[in-house]
């Protein structure tokens, strides 16, 4: 799969978004961001899983997978990141698999921005948009839906996932938006919404 100006296992970092009036950038990541990455998972440990260094050093800066890390910045300070993965084909959701922002820089701007850069994401390698897990305990419930997802089922407590084998330890709340408007247009209420579960 050619990656284009996403590749994060090409070492240069590349602008994908750019706020000059705020002064918010969103740039590809390099292994350099391993540090900023581990701080904010280890700040939000509580709302994201873990997942280890050699898993981004193998899978988002060795190209083994596809799967991608994007920086935001305010004023050449980083402030956060989204951790992503294709999906499954064209016409499909892609999925958002961590987001997290420095507590000290939680505005919905920074959200925005990587959402903008997701949805460019979209429309470059043909995906619906994407879809995340959120347990309903958590407060980033309301950060999705005022970014614009809406949710489309609960994983309850208990429940094990068919394809994993991993239980949920508490209700899971999944969500889904829709940013690729070409496709939209296209299928129009065609579209199935990934499968909920109960």
């Not at 918010?24 to 900023?36: G, Q």
């Not at 889904?176 to 919404?193: A, R, V």
């Amino acid at each position: 799969m050619n990656r284009g100006k996403f590749d994060c296992s090409n070492g240069i970092t590349q602008i994908l978004y750019s706020d000059d009036e705020e002064d918010i950038i969103v740039r590809t990541s390099t292994i350099k961001d391993w540090l900023i990455m581990d701080k904010l998972m280890n700040e939000n440990s509580n709302a994201i899983g873990f997942v280890p260094n050699t898993y981004f050093e193998k899978c988002v800066w060795g190209g083994e997978k596809n799967a991608f890390v994007f920086i935001c910045e305010a004023n050449n300070d980083e402030v956060g990141f989204v951790y992503i993965t294709i999906g499954k084909g064209y016409g499909r959701y892609a999925k958002i698999q961590q987001i997290a922002v420095r507590d000290d820089a939680r505005r919905l701007q920074y959200g925005t921005a990587l959402i903008e850069v997701c949805r460019d994401f979209c429309n470059n390698f043909g995906r619906i948009g994407f879809t995340l897990r959120c347990r309903n305990d958590l407060p980033s419930n309301n950060f999705w839906k005022a970014l614009g997802f809406s949710q489309y089922g609960i994983w309850k407590k208990g429940r094990i996932k068919e394809n994993c084998g991993f239980k949920a330890s508490d209700d899971i709340n999944l969500y889904k938006i829709e940013l690729n408007e070409k496709i939209l247009t296209l299928f129009g209420n065609q579209i199935t919404p990934p499968k909920a579960r109960s």
